[in-house]
């Protein structure tokens, strides 16, 4: 199990804070696999007045339950779905 700190913009990190989005499409370039923790840290892009950076101090963590690989039902090479559920404390 590998933990992913990745950048989410606000709409999506809502959606998964809310439970109304679960799941995750993402360039394979961490080779994801089933198990693996995404911390999905809220970001604003273009707007710096945060912390110097654009991440709010919002976060969520959420562990991958399955994993569509690229090439698989014509999605792109490069690009992966991953199944994704709320880490219980």
Known sequence: MTTHTLKTWPAPFAAVLDGSKTHEVRVNDRDYQVGDVLELREWEPG???????????????????????????????????????????
Do not use: N
């Open 47 to 89: 707007d710096w007045f945060f912390d110097d950076d654009g991440y709010t101090d919002r976060r969520i963590r959420v562990v991958v339950t399955h994993l569509t690989p690229g090439g698989a039902f014509g999605l792109p090479d490069d690009l992966c779905v991953m199944s994704i559920r709320k880490e219980q404390p």
